[in-house]
């Protein structure tokens, strides 16, 4: 049998685990109870975007922009997990100009694309025009980003 072994990941490996994954789980607070969710992101340059509708959650991310989000990748006997702590920000479909921002709309769209009728989540946006919002259960949907402000990960091997 092979000893355990956990520690911290690398700076790259931080990168490559937020850049891989799909899902990660978004920790907000308005208050003395935290709110955490399940969400599909995309990361591009040390900021990770999503979308949502109107709700409880955006409520939420209005009054108190600071955030922390977690991913992981878990396996047979061994994960890795980076937390992030940083600032909501809402985007506005029309002011959307930076190459950055688009591109990463895109990579999200395709993302949501790629496992929406495994999961049960509807593509949010349309790149006929340019980006642009769809509504989703009769909710415009909406677009956000997370600027990272610190990072951090940790694996384990057992």
Known sequence: MLPCMQGTLSDTEIEDLLSSETFGHLGCTDGPKPYVIPMAFAYKENTIYGQTTAGKKVEILRKNPQVCFQVQDLQAHRWRSVLCHGLFEELDFEALQRR?????V?????????????????????????????????????????????????????
């Open 100 to 104: 950055e921002d688009v591109e990463a």
């Open 106 to 158: 895109r990579i999200l769209t395709e993302r949501i694309g790629r496992i929406q009728e495994k999961v049960g989540i509807a593509v949010p946006f349309s790149f006929s025009d340019g980006a642009s919002p769809l509504t989703v259960n009769e909710k415009k949907s909406s677009l956000f980003r997370i600027v990272i402000q610190e990072k951090a990960g940790r694996f384990f091997m057992g």
